[in-house]
């Protein structure tokens, strides 16, 4: 796969209505898609991979790449529903969810509490007891 900057692989491609325009999926195949990926990251207190558009996410990767578009086409037409860490397609489709989740504004912000731009007047550095002298 060609390099694609981070950027590119997580803006977001609007119409003037607001609404994601897809490129490879069908409006089935997208449905399909974000089922499995709030299977994988199901919305808690926090969004899930629906909320955080992964699957406009992988729509966006697919059709940057003929081959993995190939592969996981094949591998959501064949998929039985049994998302199993045996399945090459299950892998491929765990690995894309993480992947979009934690690039997302979503994952990285109200996830992981990321806010990497922010000023520090101070750091403290580590605050665990046991690393403390």
């Known amino acids: ?6 950027a590119a692989q997580h803006e977001h491609t609007e119409t003037p209505a607001g609404a994601y ?3 490879v999926f069908s409006p089935e195949e997208r449905d399909r898609v974000a089922a499995l990926v709030d299977q994988i990251i199901p919305r808690t207190e926090t969004p899930g991979a629906s909320d955080a558009k992964v699957p406009e996410f992988i729509d966006r990767r697919l059709s940057m790449d003929a ?8 591998g959501l037409r ?4 049994v998302l199993t860490e045996q399945n090459p ?3 491929l489709l765990k690995d894309m969810t993480i992947d979009g989740y ?6 990285l912000t109200q996830e992981l ?4 731009n922010t000023f520090l007047a101070e750091f403290k550095g580590c605050t665990h007891p ?3 002298e």
């Open 1 to 6: 796969m060609a390099a694609v900057p981070l």
């Open 21 to 23: 325009t897809l490129k």
């Open 67 to 74: 081959k993995l578009k190939g592969r996981f086409l094949a």
């Open 78 to 81: 064949a998929f039985d529903g």
């Open 89 to 91: 397609f299950c892998k």
């Open 102 to 107: 934690y690039r997302s504004k979503e994952g």
């Open 113 to 116: 509490g990321w806010h990497g």
């Open 130 to 132: 046991e690393h403390q």
